[in-house]
């Protein structure tokens, strides 16, 4: 679990956001005027009506962006859009791309 200051609020708002699109989700971020990067997921009952399936999803990406974090520039909102793709995929296969996404939106240190 992300701690209080990394998550970003409810609403899945990002003003001026960039947007990077994967197989498995869409990746929006914008700069925050904080010290602290702020991370949400977005599973909509359209990937599946189960909620057990929606964490599952949610969990898994989490988890990616938690062992990525100290590497991760300060200052930053991004929302992941989780894609009816993300359903059934393993770990590592969503960390995968989750590493592509950062890189090729050079959100790293």
């Given at each position: 679990?992300?701690?209080?200051?990394?998550r970003?609020?409810?609403?899945?708002?990002?003003?001026?956001?960039?947007?990077?699109?994967?197989?498995?989700?869409?990746l929006?971020?914008?700069?925050?005027?904080?010290?602290?990067?702020?991370f949400?997921?977005?599973?909509?009952?359209k990937?599946?009506?189960?909620?057990?399936?929606?964490?599952?999803?949610?969990?898994?990406?989490?988890?990616c962006?938690?062992?990525?974090?100290?590497?991760?520039?300060?200052?930053?909102?991004?929302?992941?859009?989780?894609?009816?793709?993300?359903?059934?995929k393993?770990?590592?296969?969503?960390?995968?791309?989750?590493?592509?996404a950062?890189r090729?939106?050079?959100?790293?240190?």
């Amino acid at each position: 679990m992300l701690k209080k200051e990394h998550r970003l609020t409810t609403g899945g708002r990002i003003a001026n956001a960039q947007v990077l699109s994967t197989g498995l989700f869409v990746l929006k971020f914008a700069k925050n005027n904080q010290e602290a990067s702020r991370f949400g997921f977005l599973v909509s009952k359209k990937v599946d009506l189960r909620a057990t399936v929606r964490n599952r999803i949610r969990r898994q990406t989490r988890k990616c962006i938690e062992d990525r974090l100290p590497r991760i520039l300060p200052g930053l909102d991004l929302l992941f859009i989780l894609k009816k793709e993300a359903q059934g995929k393993e770990t590592k296969e969503t960390c995968v791309l989750v590493e592509e996404a950062l890189r090729k939106g050079n959100l790293y240190k």
